[in-house]
């Protein structure tokens, strides 16, 4: 079992910054991946940018250049760095971590944090 707890959303004008977080405990020694996703009212959830065990990072298309995924192995935690944010943005964000035990893979979720970007 992993538990994880997101941090760092908020309200921010257009063109803001934030930097969302997201700290795992439990079975950590097992996670193959992590990453960030969102969801915004009347959408389906949807992938804003993902990292490995070995440090390799993905994004969606309206996440690059814009957004930086980064994790520290070390304290077990996972963070999104968010600048020039537009309203488009707006959306709960939710941490989402992959572990791998022999062939058995799970999925774990946060419960997600709010991100509003309004004038």
């Known amino acids: 079992q992993v538990q994880l707890v997101e941090s760092g959303g908020g309200l921010v004008q257009p063109g803001g910054s934030l930097r969302l977080s997201c700290a795992a405990s439990?079975?950590?020694?097992?996670?193959?991946?992590m990453g960030w996703y969102r969801q915004a009212p009347g959408k389906q959830r949807e992938l804003v940018a993902g990292?490995?065990?070995?440090?390799?990072?993905n994004y969606a298309d309206s996440a690059a250049e814009r957004f930086t995924i980064s994790r520290d192995n070390a304290k077990n935690t996972v963070s999104l760095q968010m600048n020039n944010l537009k309203p488009e943005d707006t959306a709960v964000y939710f941490c989402?971590?992959?572990?791998?035990?022999?062939?058995?893979?799970?999925?774990?979720w946060g419960r997600g944090t709010q991100v509003t970007v309004s004038s």
């Open positions: 990292i490995i065990t070995g440090g390799s990072t």
């Open positions: 439990g079975s950590i020694f097992s996670v193959t991946s």
């Open positions: 989402r971590v992959q572990t791998k035990v022999g062939g058995r893979i799970d999925l774990y």
